[in-house]
Nanobody, 115 residues
Framework: QVQLVESGGGLVQPGGSLRLSCVAS????????MNWYRQAPGKERELVAT????????NHAESVQGRFTISRDIGKNTVYLQMNSLKREDTAVYYC????????WGRGTQVTVSS
């Protein structure tokens, strides 16, 4: 059974950092693309970053270029999103996702950037 569990969100001041984690079970993260999405209030869900099966990370959202980094730890079967220089507009619920015949989603973790 595929499960994705996110953690690491919270309240942070502008300019601060957070590292989100996504622990996967039921499959190995190195065998599939893994994605981080986010959804801000009143907005559509947005693809933020992907790490492919070769371990290469790609930032999709132009607004996070140079600030966010996706990575994985195969031994822990976990995918991370390191977020630096956070801005108020990064406030959103962040979701871990993979596609294995259908989309699988975690429940999300709230990130709030505010002073």
């Amino acid at each position: 059974q595929v499960q994705l569990v996110e953690s690491g969100g919270g309240l942070v001041q502008p300019g601060g950092s957070l590292r989100l984690s996504c622990v996967a079970s039921g499959f190995t993260v190195s065998t599939y693309h893994m994605n981080w999405y986010r959804q801000a209030p009143g907005k559509e869900r947005e693809l933020v970053a992907t790490i492919n099966s070769f371990g290469v990370g790609i930032n999709h959202a132009e607004s996070v270029q140079g600030r966010f980094t996706i990575s994985r730890d195969i031994g822990k079967n976990t995918v991370y999103l390191q977020m630096n220089s956070l801005k108020r507009e990064d406030t959103a619920v962040y979701y871990c996702n993979t596609f294995r015949g259908r989309n699988y989603w975690g429940r999300g973790t709230q990130v709030t950037v505010s002073s």
